[in-house]
């Protein structure tokens, strides 16, 4: 009996951590590059145990749907948008580690380096992208992520995959840590200058998921409260012996 | 649970930042020279989590989960794409086709940067923006000037009364960035140069990737109304479906709190 309260208890904290998930995932609704996060829960083993209560082993997987979003053109040079798959490299100074990302809006610092908009730096094949600071003419980023002002190539951008992209790690900036995996390079990327990848959350995925994980959580609450009734009932009428 | 209303409510304040962009791009919609800016959003920290105890129970590994605190804006990024040009036919206004800004010297002394050239005449003669500061370098016109021209690399010449001749008063030079976008704006169509835009370069209007300049022409705002109309509509309805998940949370809180009668 107290198994049957504590599977409903468990079901109960799974479905407000499910509601946190679809949260995190509205309010990215509108970020740029972002990748919506997915949950399938997985049961491990069903049994009947001594007391004849169904017992299961859940588990939560979660992984960052890679699914495309849609490219919004901004016509800003230095955005660019990845087709198909890939990711960009991002350098974070300050640990050294690499982070890849779908959100190609960079920007320059004063010395003309590449960089993301919380100033990690953006690698090219031949480490950081450095423009000229003088007499430059207009960035042009070719499809395959060659990087050229006024004609003259000044680097070119790397774009990795993984085998496993399963197993990225989400950090904040719609970026991700690869753990100890090796990226792989794109061989032949399809880039897109002045156009952004948006979010790919679905609204309406989310608002129904959201409604189904209130509604799941609602009549849980109900069968805890059945059961609790119950073992009142059952402590109340043994007590009477 | 709370941390679902919480990220729910970041989703909310980011859009209400970017709400407010918009409606700056669109007050400014008439502006001469201004250029639209978009807002940056980021998704915030992840914890990692355990997902559930039933696992641990039984000795399984329990999978581990990463949990997100929402949304924020970080930045907004100017546009500095070419806005279309409007003739006026007032011989002081200037427009600029191509990259480039024209400087104006601050009272204090400092140089900003501005795509506006709706130039005057001040009272001692100097060549000055709507706001009253002078283009840097001077440029000072004569008392009995009866024409003025402007070519397109910035040369300004002058036809003086009972003249036959147009002679040079000055030379307008155009400053340009490798990151525009960088700039800061300080209002009145003015930019400053940060660390972000890089050190400015300077030169003749035509020449080394410079625009040139259209006497008798404005460069309008380049804000997209109804691009921005779109973005109003989506920030809003996104701010709506965050709000849903506020009052989601609260409700599936009060279920909980409804356990014990």
Wanted: glycine share 10%; aromatic share 4%.
């Amino acid at each position: 009996m107290l198994l049957r309260l504590r599977n409903s208890v468990d079901a109960m904290t799974r479905m407000m951590r499910q509601q946190e998930r679809i949260a995190n995932n509205l309010a990215n609704a509108n970020t740029v590059g972002y990748k919506q996060d997915r949950t399938f829960t997985e049961i491990l083993n069903e049994e009947i145990n001594v007391e004849g209560a169904p017992q299961s082993i859940k588990r939560m997987e979660q992984w960052a749907d890679l699914s495309a979003g849609d490219l919004e053109q901004t016509g800003n040079p230095l955005d660019v948008a990845i087709e198909g798959e890939g990711f960009f490299v991002l350098t974070d100074e300050t640990t050294g580690t690499p982070r890849y990302t779908r959100a190609g809006r960079f920007v320059l610092d004063a010395e003309g380096t590449l960089r993301d908009a919380q100033g990690h730096l953006v690698e090219g094949e031949a480490g950081p992208i450095q423009l000229p600071t003088a007499d430059g003419g207009p960035v042009v980023i070719d499809r395959d992520g060659t990087v050229r002002v006024d004609g003259k190539e000044v680097g070119r951008l790397r774009i990795v995959t993984f085998d496993n992209p399963a197993a990225l790690r989400r950090l904040d900036g719609a970026a991700f840590d690869a753990g100890g995996m090796e990226p792989v390079d794109v061989e032949h990327p399809n880039l897109h200058q002045g156009y952004l990848e948006q979010s790919n959350v679905d609204p309406l995925r989310a608002l129904t998921e959201m409604i189904e994980q209130h509604r799941l959580f609602e009549s849980q609450q109900r069968s805890l409260r059945t059961d609790d009734e119950l073992l009142g009932r059952v402590t109340r009428e043994l007590g009477r012996f | 649970m709370l941390r679902a209303i919480r990220t729910a409510a970041t989703g909310m304040s980011a859009q209400q930042a970017g709400v407010d962009n918009i409606a700056n791009n669109l007050a400014n919609a008439n502006t001469v020279g201004y250029k639209q800016s978009k807002i940056v959003f980021h998704d915030l920290l992840y914890q990692t989590i355990q997902a559930g105890s039933e696992g641990e129970a039984q000795g399984v590994q329990p999978a581990t989960m990463q949990m997100g605190h929402g949304a924020t804006a970080i930045a907004t990024v100017r546009n500095f794409t070419q806005g279309s040009l409007i003739e006026t036919g007032n011989a002081l206004d200037v427009a600029i086709n191509g990259d480039g800004f024209l400087q104006v010297r601050r009272p204090d002394g400092t140089v900003a940067y501005t795509r506006d050239g709706t130039l005057t005449r001040n009272a001692e003669g100097m060549l000055v923006t709507q706001s009253g500061l002078p283009l840097e370098p001077d440029i000072a016109i004569p008392e009995n000037t009866v024409e003025i021209h402007i070519s397109q690399d910035g040369l300004v010449s002058v036809r003086l009364q009972n003249e036959p001749d147009m002679v040079e008063v000055g030379q307008l030079e155009l400053a340009r960035f490798v990151n525009p976008a960088g700039l800061n704006p300080i209002g009145g169509n003015l930019y400053e140069q940060t660390q972000a835009s890089g050190e400015p370069t300077i030169g003749t209007p035509g020449q080394d990737g410079l625009g040139t300049l259209m006497q008798g022409y404005l460069e309008a705002a380049n804000v997209d109304v109804v691009q921005e109309m779109v973005n109003l509509i989506t920030a809003q309805r996104t701010y709506e479906l965050n709000s849903k998940m506020v009052t989601t949370g609260e409700e599936m809180l009060q279920i909980a709190n409804n356990m014990k009668r």
